[in-house]
């Protein structure tokens, strides 16, 4: 299960450094006048919501991965890290397709806790996807997995956005977040096909 948590730290991780889990709520903070002690407050409460629609999932996924590896045999050996790997070559393929969330303030004037409502809701209405099989493949192990890899995800999740949101606000940081994103579906598919394919020798 090394193979599993290790797997799920890189894809955590990477949700949160990719922009369009934070930049919206930067650029709307810069445009706002908002503080920097504002601006962290409203993407952790955004990214805890963003983390808790796809810890919710998860949950649902894994309880289905507990009773596959209970009721069919070899479940847990072969069939879900074949699933990783699948899931992978397919975030490969379609990644230049991959649908981003993006908020977009209009001009006329709107309250900051209308925005915040918008964001937290946007946020939890697009959970990530990508995560779920490694839900599928923990709920094989029993709910002591499944609970640990939503602790991880929520904790990687909302830190890694609140500290890169942070950083940016400062411009302590200047990357090209633009190719970073567009290549997120790669970088996700490579890390799913490498999971699935060491769990079919570490168990």
Same mark, same amino acid.
Request: glycine share 2%; hydrophobic share 60%; aromatic share 16%.
């Given at each position: 299960m090394i193979t599993l948590i290790v797997g799920s730290l890189i894809l955590s991780v990477l949700h949160a450094l990719i922009p369009n889990h934070w930049l919206p709520v930067l650029a709307i903070a810069k445009k706002e006048n908002w503080s920097m002690q504002q601006t962290t407050k409203v993407t952790f409460i955004a990214g805890l919501s963003h983390a808790l629609s796809t810890v919710l999932i998860g949950v649902i996924i894994g309880v289905t991965g507990f009773q596959?590896?209970? =009721?069919?045999?070899? !479940?847990?050996?072969?069939? %879900?890290?074949?699933?990783?790997?699948?899931?992978?070559?397919?975030y490969i393929y379609q990644h230049h397709k991959h649908k981003h969330f993006h908020l977009h303030?209009?001009?006329?004037?709107?309250?900051? =806790?209308?925005?915040? !409502?918008?964001?937290?809701? %946007?946020?939890?209405?697009?959970?990530?996807?990508e995560i779920e099989a490694y839900f599928l493949m923990a709920g094989t192990s029993g709910w002591w997995m499944v609970t640990l890899l939503a602790i991880l995800y929520t904790l990687v999740t909302v830190s890694g956005m609140v500290i890169w949101?942070?950083?940016?606000y400062r411009g302590l940081l200047k990357l090209n977040w633009h190719t970073l994103e567009h290549n997120a579906g790669v970088i996700t598919g490579i890390t799913l096909v490498l999971t699935g394919i060491l769990s079919f020798f570490i168990h």
């Open positions: 596959l590896a209970a =009721n069919v045999e070899y !479940f847990a050996a072969y069939i %879900a890290p074949a699933v990783l790997t699948a899931l992978g070559i397919f303030r209009h001009k006329e004037i709107v309250s900051d =806790n209308k925005v915040i !409502f918008s964001l937290v809701v %946007a946020m939890f209405f697009s959970p990530c996807f949101v942070s950083i940016t």
